[in-house]
Structures are given as structure tokens and as C-alpha cells.
């Protein structure tokens, strides 16, 4: 894999960097409040799009699941605009930039209007659980390009660089890629009820089963890797710290959520917003895995 080639730092890459880490942010709460959505079943709450009951701020209708469903439009349109600025702005003081943050910052645009075209699927077909589910992993992947970017634009420029490992990447690649797989399954999981119905009925058991088998190996590979960073990447180990803490109450909160038989809505949301974590820090790891080093013997030398 290729390196980032760094750039010293100026105040207009402090500037975006702030923005693309509050973007990243809003980007996590987002999964969340879309959780939410779901889970209080408020998906429908506003019948049209993108307006909700044809007003930018229902008054009469307002519930909490109208609430929802419109703080979710409304987070969305925020981050949306945001990353427009991102954009324009990177491209704009491209020559002072790191080369890979306009590119990053336009794919997440590109993202992004794919997301908003998923969600008036999502209304207008009355939630197909395969449209909802791309609507998570849409979120998610946009979470991974700002998480990349965000890292590349905080990073200061290294005095005396030394070229990134060869293999670290594509490990921490690799565990990303499982990372968001499981979430995957999880989505398709959470998308057709399958958890609820298991539980009561004994029905769609198979989506809950791949989804439990599948996290043992993806926890596993994530604490792994996390040990591996700590040892060997002393500047990436709070990073690696919070990928296993993550990693650990993502398990515990699939547990109780199970034990408590999905009955708290906040336990469920919980761990969604756990998996966006996830994979934002993974998505750093690995973003941060590309770029170069300072040799501490060198520079002192």
C-alpha cells in the first residue's frame, strides 16, 4: 500500500481537520439516532420525504417517533452540507493539504447523496429491509473515509520520516473489513426483526446464529490486533486502547441485550453506536497505518 505524503501543518488544515472530526461525530450519532429510529419503530413516523408531514418542522404531529425520524433527516442534512464544505474547502487549499484529502472528502460526498437516496427508498418502498440495510452500511463506510481523513489531516509532518510498515496495513485492513462485515450481519439481522423473532417464536434463528458466530473471530482479531499496535506503534496506542475497550462492551452489550431479551431499546442502541465506534478507531488505525514514521534514532542523532 502507498503512503500519505504528509504536509506540514497550517491553520486552514487545523481548520478542517476540526470540521472532519466534527463531521465524523455527527456521523456517529447518526447510526445512533437511526438505531433509534428503528428500534422505537419510527421508520414510517414521517410518511413523506424530504419533508415530514409536508413541513420542514412538524408542529401538531410532533411525537417521539416523528421526533426521530426528523432529528434523523435534519443530522443528515448537517453532515451533508458539512461535508460539501470538507469538500469545496480541501479542493479550494488543495496545495496546502496532504494529496489525499480531497479525493477522501469527495467520495464521502459521493457517499453522502448516495445515503440520501437510500433513505427516500427507505419511505417511499416502506422499508425493504435489503434498502435499509444498504442505508447502514452506507453510514458506516462514510464513517471509515472521514475517520481516514480526519486522521490524515491531524497527523503533524514528520521530521525525518522512514517508510510505513508493509504489513500492518493490510492486517489492520483486514480486521476492518471483518469489522464491517459483522456489522453487516448485524444489519440484515436487525433489518428483518430476526432477533425479536428468534427469541419469541423460534423464527429467522439463522440471521442471529451468523451473527454471534461471527463476532467471536471479529472480537478476537480486533483485540489481537489492538495488542499488536500497542506493542509495536507507541503513537497509535490510545487508539489500540479504545479498540479493545470497544470491542469488549460491543460483546457484553450483544450479551445482556440478548439476556434482557431486546426489551431496552437504549441497550440496542447502544451497541449500534459501539459498531460505529468500532470502526471509526479501525478506520483510523488503518489510516494512520499509511502514513510515515519519524525514526526517533535520527532525529536525535
Keep these: 500500500m502507498t503512503a500519505i505524503t504528509l ?3 497550517t491553520s486552514r488544515r ?5 470540521l472532519s472530526a466534527h463531521l465524523l461525530v455527527a456521523l456517529i450519532a447518526l447510526v445512533g439516532i437511526g438505531g433509534a429510529t428503528r428500534v422505537m419503530e419510527a421508520g414510517l413516523a414521517c410518511p413523506d420525504w424530504p419533508l415530514c408531514y409536508g413541513s420542514l418542522l412538524p408542529g401538531r404531529q410532533m411525537n417521539l417517533q416523528v421526533f426521530l425520524e426528523w432529528f434523523h433527516r435534519l443530522d443528515a442534512f448537517v453532515v451533508g452540507v458539512g461535508l460539501l464544505v ?3 474547502a480541501s479542493w479550494w487549499w488543495r496545495r496546502e493539504l496532504p494529496r489525499a484529502v480531497p479525493p477522501l472528502a469527495a467520495a464521502s460526498v459521493v457517499l453522502v447523496a448516495v445515503q440520501g437516496g437510500l433513505g427516500a427508498l427507505t419511505v417511499t418502498l416502506l422499508l425493504p429491509f435489503q434498502v435499509v440495510t444498504a442505508h447502514l452500511l452506507t453510514a458506516l463506510l462514510l464513517v471509515v473515509l472521514l475517520s481516514i481523513c480526519t486522521q490524515v489531516l491531524l497527523e503533524p509532518a514528520q521530521p525525518i520520516p522512514t517508510q ?3 504489513l500492518w496495513p493490510w492486517l489492520i485492513g483486514v480486521v476492518l473489513l471483518l469489522a464491517l462485515g459483522q456489522c453487516l450481519l448485524g444489519g440484515l439481522m436487525a433489518t428483518q426483526w430476526a432477533a425479536g423473532r428468534c427469541v419469541s417464536s423460534g423464527e429467522a434463528c439463522s440471521w442471529l446464529l451468523a451473527h454471534r458466530l461471527g463476532a467471536r473471530p471479529a472480537a478476537v482479531l480486533v483485540l489481537l490486533s489492538a495488542a499488536l499496535a500497542f506493542w509495536r506503534r507507541p503513537a497509535d496506542r490510545l487508539l ?3 479498540a479493545a475497550a470497544v470491542v469488549i462492551s460491543q460483546v457484553a452489550l450483544g450479551v445482556f441485550s440478548l439476556r434482557l431479551t431486546l426489551a431496552v431499546p437504549a441497550v440496542t442502541v447502544a451497541h ?4 460505529a465506534l468500532l470502526v471509526a478507531v479501525l478506520a483510523a488505525l488503518f489510516g494512520r497505518s499509511l502514513l510515515p514514521r519519524s525514526n526517533p534514532e535520527l532525529s536525535h542523532g
Design 7 to 9: 504536509q506540514p501543518p
Design 14 to 18: 487545523a481548520a478542517l481537520a476540526a
Design 86 to 88: 470538507l469538500t469545496g
Design 164 to 166: 510505513p510498515d508493509r
Design 240 to 242: 489500540a486502547a479504545l
Design 272 to 275: 449500534q453506536i459501539g459498531a
